[in-house]
């Protein structure tokens, strides 16, 4: 009997595991949804004045925060993070940054991500899809 609910148990949890990775989907839309998290894959860039990175095949990480407003991104190849960043919804299912003007933009929807940011002379671009 034991062994019975031991095999279940492993089931369960192989089952849980699986659903939990399939719900994750490139269909989720960040504007719709309560939690996010996806990774968008394409052009990125930084500077700050002193150093450039710019990668053709790099990738943003996408998570939206408790606050339901807020969207932190996660940048590859050693490129720094862009935190608690403010959005508002625009039209159906596409975000745009509170605030955004000439210098600072980014938006976000569930197939695409364009970022032009500029803060304390350091800027942050991305052209990437999902």
């Known amino acids: ?6 095999i279940l148990g492993i089931f369960m949890l ?18 719709n949804n309560d939690f996010f ?3 968008y894959k394409g ?3 930084y500077n700050d004045g002193t ?3 710019t990668k053709d095949n ?11 407003t807020k969207y932190n991104f996660a940048f590859s190849d050693g490129i720094p993070d ?11 299912n596409t975000l745009v940054m509170v605030g955004s003007n000439a210098t600072s933009y980014i938006r976000i929807d569930n197939n695409e991500l364009k970022i032009l940011y500029g803060k304390d002379g350091k800027t942050w ?4 899809t999902r």
């Not at 009997?1 to 031991?6: L, T, Y």
């Not at 790099?58 to 339901?68: D, L, N, W």
């Not at 862009?82 to 159906?92: A, H, I, S, W």
């Open 58 to 68: 790099g990738s943003v990480f996408v998570t939206k925060i408790a606050s339901g």
């Open 14 to 31: 192989v089952l849980m595991t699986t659903l939990s990775f399939a719900s994750c989907s490139k269909d989720d839309d960040p504007a």
């Open 37 to 39: 998290a996806g990774t």
């Open 51 to 53: 150093t450039s990175n």
């Open 82 to 92: 862009l935190n608690g960043v403010e959005f508002q919804k625009q039209g159906d």
């Open 1 to 6: 009997m034991k062994k019975a609910i031991k």
């Open 43 to 45: 052009k990125i860039s």
């Open 125 to 128: 671009t991305a052209n990437c």
